[in-house]
Each structure stands twice: as structure tokens, then as C-alpha cells.
């Protein structure tokens, strides 16, 4: 088991103001909204934070009273928001979440152009020194499809993170309303050779002898020998150690099943399959990278680290708002170690 006190983790990303109508209704009906902060890089540090590991966050957001709410709510789950900026430019970026229900898929409006964070100029940071004292850093594909500025501000902290020896994950997390296919494939796929762990295998170039990417035509849910090619062969193009990827069956708005796979040390494993209902599904992916992260740092066996990150997903969608604030390690080791189809 690994010392969490030798571990300093970062992350940056933007964080958003999340409005979603109480009791499943739809924005076009809705009197009021909930109010919760979250963004996918906020989204791990949080359940990091809470299975006790020191997270620091960076993020830019308006000198205004939402801004300073937003910071708060991370603050209030433990995570340090010294790194982070407020800016007297741009807005706060806000997504509006209808939760699904039953046949109903839940749905996300984005309202984030020109944001605090996608217009500040990161031209002035000195990223090696922001990283400094950081053992671990996490970035997402979300942030580079705001803007050109948040582009290269992505490739700045991966150098500053290669030079001083900083381990590197990334989430692939593609946003169809961002940006588009091919050029979020060309610019995620320049990023790689800077990353240690990478969850999700799209969007990334991938081309074969015949100049098709490798991927094109792979099933959403892969057998085992097709993910196993896959894996090995990112893994082999750009020396990636470790590889995550989550698969949902959903069987309605409200019931999902989730199983995962994972490159480690030359091998794809292959995790358990868990049916749940869902409260909440925002966050699930994070969650599930959170846990893979976390597992991988208290040094698992690679069994373990895949089936507890498939099982602090699930736990994940149990919770109203983006986070996992999970504080128990054994509740989720208990869920992992249970049958093999569990129903929440």
C-alpha cells in the first residue's frame, strides 16, 4: 500500500454552475433549478480529495460572488483552490441538466461561450512553476474544445508536467457540442506522448496499413480480444502505461449496467459487470477515473484497480450532483467484492 502522504495531485479544468428542475422535469416547464457546481477535472479532484488524498485544483473563474461559490463548493469537499484564478474577464459557464427517467435519456445544454475560463490569456503562466511540489497531474479533452487559448494551455502544463517528472492522466471525454470529430482527433492524439495513464480510447488517431483508423467499426461493446488489440496497440504508438475504459449497457433512462477494461503492464483485464439504478448520472465517468487513479495509487493488483474503479462509478450515480463524495474506501471495496450482477 502506497504512503498517501507523498502524493500531491493537480488537476485543472473549468468549472460550471450546474442548473438542473427538481423532480425530473424538463428546462422548457421548469419554475426553478437546483443549484451545484462541478466540470470533469473538479469532478475527480472532489472524490479524490474525499478518499483522503491531498488535491489541489486550478481553474479560472469571474471575480464575482458565483465565482467565489463555485470556489467554495470545492473547498468545502477539501480540495486546495490556491492555483486557481479569478478573473475581472469573461463569464461564468453554466450547463442545464434535465435528469432522464425511465425510456427518457437525460440531457445537457451547454451555456459557456466566452467564459472566464476559455478567454483567459494562459500566455502568462508559468506552468513549471505551478506544477512544482505535484506529484500527479490530470487534464481532460473538455478543456482543450473551448477555445484555442485553453488549446495550448493544455500543451504548456503537459511540457512543464514532462520536465519535472509528473505523472500524467488524461480523459479523453469528447463533447460532440465543443467541437468537432477529426479535430478533436488531431488535437487530442498530439497529446499523448506526454501522458502516463489515458482513459477512453476516442478520439485519437489510429491509422492502420489500409490509412482507416484502427477503431472505426469497433463495437461500443467490445469483446475482450477486440479491446485487447486496440489497447496494445495505443499503448504501443505512444507509450502509454495504463489504459481505462468504462462500457454502459443502458437498459432505460434509470437503469444502466457497467463493466470496464483496462491496459496494465502488457495485459488487458477485464472487470466484473455491475446493474444499478441511477439517481444521478453526471459524474460517472469521473468517477470511474477517480477510482482507477485512486487504486492505481494505493498500488492494487490490476484486478482490484479495474473492478474498484467500475464499482466508485456505480456508487457514483447513487449521489445527487457531479461528485463522488464517497469518504469510505471499504464501501466501495465491499460493492466491488460482491456477485457479479449487483442492482442498486
Not at 506544477?131 to 479533452?141: N, P, V
Not at 497529446?191 to 461500443?220: A, R, W
Not at 432505460?252 to 491496459?263: D, I, P, R, T
Not at 474503479?309 to 461528485?323: N, P, R
Amino acid at each position: 500500500m502506497a504512503d498517501k502522504s507523498k502524493i500531491k495531485f493537480i488537476t485543472m479544468g473549468e468549472l460550471l454552475l450546474r442548473l438542473s428542475p427538481p423532480n425530473y422535469e424538463k428546462v422548457r416547464t421548469a419554475s426553478q433549478f437546483n443549484i451545484t457546481y462541478g466540470g470533469a477535472e473538479a469532478n475527480v479532484a472532489a472524490s479524490l480529495s474525499n478518499l483522503g488524498i491531498d488535491c489541489s485544483y486550478m481553474t479560472v473563474v469571474p471575480d464575482s460572488s458565483i465565482g467565489k461559490a463555485a470556489i467554495r463548493y470545492l473547498r468545502s469537499n477539501d480540495v486546495h483552490c490556491s492555483p486557481s484564478i479569478y478573473s475581472p474577464e469573461g463569464r461564468m459557464g453554466i450547463y442545464f441538466l434535465e435528469e432522464g427517467f425511465g425510456v427518457r435519456s437525460s440531457k445537457v445544454t451547454y451555456d459557456r461561450k466566452n467564459s472566464a475560463f476559455a478567454i483567459y490569456d494562459y500566455s502568462k503562466i508559468d506552468f513549471k512553476e505551478k506544477l512544482k511540489g505535484f506529484t500527479w497531474l490530470h487534464l481532460s479533452g473538455i478543456t482543450p474544445a473551448l477555445s484555442q487559448n485553453c488549446r495550448e494551455m493544455v500543451m504548456m502544463a503537459l511540457k512543464a508536467a514532462h520536465e519535472l517528472n509528473i505523472t500524467v492522466s488524461f480523459d479523453c471525454n469528447y463533447r460532440s457540442a465543443l467541437w468537432g470529430w477529426q479535430e478533436a482527433r488531431d488535437c487530442i492524439t498530439a497529446y499523448l506522448p506526454y501522458v502516463d495513464v489515458l482513459f477512453g480510447i476516442e478520439p485519437i488517431n489510429l491509422l492502420g496499413p489500409d490509412k482507416k483508423d484502427m477503431k472505426d467499426g469497433l463495437s461500443p461493446t467490445p469483446d475482450y480480444k477486440d479491446q485487447d488489440k486496440i489497447f496494445r496497440e495505443i499503448a504501443t504508438r505512444f507509450g502509454i502505461k495504463v489504459i481505462g475504459r468504462h462500457i454502459r449497457y443502458v437498459h432505460s433512462g434509470s437503469e444502466n449496467s457497467l463493466k470496464a477494461f483496462m491496459w496494465y503492464n502488457g495485459e488487458t483485464y477485464e472487470s466484473k459487470t455491475f446493474r444499478f439504478n441511477i439517481l444521478d448520472r453526471v459524474g460517472g465517468g469521473d468517477a470511474f477515473a477517480s477510482g482507477l487513479i485512486y487504486a492505481y495509487m494505493m498500488e492494487m493488483d490490476p484486478d482490484e484497480i479495474v473492478n474498484f474503479a467500475v464499482a466508485s462509478s456505480v456508487i457514483k450515480h447513487t449521489m445527487h450532483g457531479d461528485f463522488n463524495i464517497t469518504d469510505d474506501e471499504q464501501a466501495i471495496r465491499n460493492l466491488m467484492n460482491q456477485s457479479y450482477e449487483i442492482r442498486r
